[in-house]
């Protein structure tokens, strides 16, 4: 029972003498509801094996699963609609449109895919999020870690069955992380989230109830939050 998996996934990058195998048959799954991070030091396959599992990247051989479905057997035009109908996206740089504000930011994927927001959910995302005073605000007008929380209510709008981060934390300062984390593991607790994580912060993987140590392409270890070893 996994909300996604990799199964044997394979990624080359390149051919011939200059080709890196930057996932060597990853077996892999992380459990629904539940707050997992992927670690491991720089090189070591964590990215590729995120935007495997996001349908953000193909993967040479192996299966990337969301939760029965088989990403890697889908046609574009199918992967483009579960990525936007199934998965949620946070990035260490927000990615917020500059000319909309935080309600429209976040309403972005709804109305791209011609949807009308559920009033009920927004009320309780924006209640837990604590965005209630800044709807109105332009991006420029907030500080980073209220940037990151309208990145967040974007990603988990749709009531995504996976929620992916990438870096979440990369672009705030210590205190601004602890915080943003603290409320992604709020989602997990209070809305059954799952959210997947790539972070090379010890730190941040603290939050995580599950984390997977990458090496070299595969999976190195698996443990709850302390981390066996120092990476980096
Ligand atoms: P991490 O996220 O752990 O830093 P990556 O998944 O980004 O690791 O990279 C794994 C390996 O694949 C590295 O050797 C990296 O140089 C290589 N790699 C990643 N993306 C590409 C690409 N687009 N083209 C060629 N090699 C790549
Ligand atoms: P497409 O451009 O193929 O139609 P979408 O725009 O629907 O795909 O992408 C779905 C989500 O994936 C969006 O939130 C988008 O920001 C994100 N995304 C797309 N491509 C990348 C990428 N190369 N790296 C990171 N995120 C991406």
């Known amino acids: 029972?996994?909300?996604?998996?990799?199964?044997?996934?394979?990624?080359?990058?390149?051919?011939?003498?200059?080709?890196?195998?930057?996932?060597?048959?990853?077996?892999?799954?992380?459990?629904?509801?539940?707050?997992s991070a992927i670690m491991g030091p720089s090189g070591s396959g964590k990215s590729t094996l995120m935007h495997c599992l996001a349908g953000l990247d193909t993967a040479t051989s192996g299966h990337?699963?969301?939760g029965g479905t088989d990403l890697?057997?889908?046609?574009?035009?199918?992967?483009?609609?579960?990525?936007?109908?199934?998965?949620?996206?946070?990035?260490?740089?927000?990615?917020?449109?500059?000319?909309?504000?935080?309600?429209?930011?976040i309403t972005l994927p709804?109305?791209?895919?011609?949807?009308?927001?559920?009033?009920?959910?927004?009320?309780?995302?924006?209640?837990?999020?604590?965005?209630?005073?800044?709807?109105d605000h332009r991006p420029s007008e907030m500080s980073g870690g209220q940037q990151q929380r309208v990145a967040l209510a974007r990603a988990l709008v749709t009531r995504p069955d996976v929620v992916?981060?990438?870096?979440?934390?990369g672009n705030l300062d210590s205190r601004t992380s602890a915080e943003v984390l603290?409320?992604?593991?709020?989602?997990?607790?209070?809305?059954?989230?799952?959210?997947?994580?790539?972070?090379?912060?010890?730190?941040?993987?603290?939050y995580a109830g599950h984390v997977v140590h990458m090496a070299d392409g595969r999976v190195a270890g698996i443990g709850s939050p302390a981390p066996r070893q120092q990476v980096n």
């Open 1 to 35: 029972n996994s909300a996604t998996a990799a199964v044997d996934l394979v990624k080359v990058y390149g051919s011939g003498d200059t080709a890196v195998r930057a996932l060597d048959r990853v077996s892999v799954a992380f459990p629904p509801a539940t707050f």
């Open 110 to 135: 709804l109305d791209l895919a011609g949807k009308r927001p559920d009033r009920k959910w927004m009320n309780q995302l924006v209640e837990v999020l604590g965005l209630g005073a800044r709807l």
């Open 64 to 66: 990337a699963m969301l």
């Open 164 to 169: 992916f981060a990438d870096e979440p934390t």
């Open 72 to 105: 890697t057997s889908l046609s574009d035009r199918v992967l483009t609609r579960v990525r936007r109908e199934r998965i949620g996206f946070v990035f260490q740089a927000f990615n917020l449109l500059p000319t909309l504000t935080a309600e429209k930011n």
């Open 182 to 206: 603290g409320l992604l593991r709020d989602c997990v607790r209070q809305f059954g989230q799952t959210v997947v994580m790539v972070t090379h912060d010890q730190n941040a993987a603290r």
